[in-house]
């Protein structure tokens, strides 16, 4: 089954400081993609990432970098000198391989407050 | 590109009030479209997979009479909550999915992009 564990709930930081969101996954499929979602306190859902299973690039999109290791089934993000605007929900979701709905499968997100 | 709208942003009624809600991909076409329901700080959860043309496809334990799922084209997919209770009251998102890629590839890497969400609040 699969599986989607960010066990960080909440993360304080103070401004500037660099933050590392941790995401592990399960899954038996060969074939799969990574996401992470931002959710800022106003709702709305904005899509950050997304890495397929073959891809072990590390991607990097201006302060925003991901580290996708296959060997410890782990895609963690990385926000370099962290601003206010960056405090959100951050949710990692592992694409499902049932038939071509591909349903998500959601972590429960972590919490980032980036205090002044 | 891959905006998607959903309205009304929040809603206030009465209970027993059906409440419906829209989903629409506005500058492409979405096969597939995804309803969430979010409690306070909490993750997604999927409610159901809404397919055009065909019915949708409902999570364990959601009531498909109570929530009812319209997929009627390739931009617009509809929520209806039926006599709406104030346990029923929360944070509704949808997603859709575009159409992309060539041959089996095709829907197989696409991300979902999502609304804006829906503000249930059932008095």
């Known amino acids: 089954a699969q599986k989607v564990t960010q066990a960080q709930t909440e993360i304080s930081v103070v401004e500037k400081e660099d933050v590392t969101l941790d995401c592990v996954y399960e899954?038996?499929?060969?074939?799969?993609?990574l996401f992470w979602y931002k959710q800022p306190p106003s709702g709305e859902l904005v899509f950050l990432i997304r890495?397929?299973?073959?891809d072990e690039q590390n991607e990097i999109s201006g302060r925003y970098s991901w580290n996708f290791q296959k060997s410890t089934s782990s895609f963690n993000f990385t926000i370099t000198a962290s601003q206010v605007v960056d405090s959100a929900v951050y949710f990692c979701a592992l694409s499902d391989n049932a038939g071509n709905n591909r349903k998500l499968i959601w972590g429960l997100g972590t919490s980032l407050a980036v205090n002044p | 590109g891959a905006v998607v709208s959903q309205h009304p942003s929040w809603v206030i009624c009465k209970s027993g009030t059906s409440v419906k809600i829209e989903c629409r991909s506005l500058d492409f076409q979405a096969t597939t479209m995804f309803w969430y329901r979010q409690f306070p700080k909490q993750s997604l959860m999927l409610m159901a997979t809404?397919?055009?043309?065909?019915?949708?496809?409902?999570e364990q334990g959601v009531e498909k009479d109570k929530f009812l799922i319209n997929h009627a084209s390739l931009t617009l997919s509809t929520l209806t909550v039926t006599s709406a209770h104030p346990e029923d009251s929360s944070f509704y998102i949808c997603s859709a999915r575009s159409v992309g890629g060539q041959g089996a590839l095709r829907l197989s890497n696409q991300p979902q992009h999502f609304g804006d969400g829906t503000r249930l609040s059932i008095l």
């Open positions: 890495r397929n299973s073959f």
């Open positions: 809404s397919n055009e043309g065909s019915k949708a496809t409902y």
């Open positions: 899954t038996r499929d060969t074939t799969y993609y």
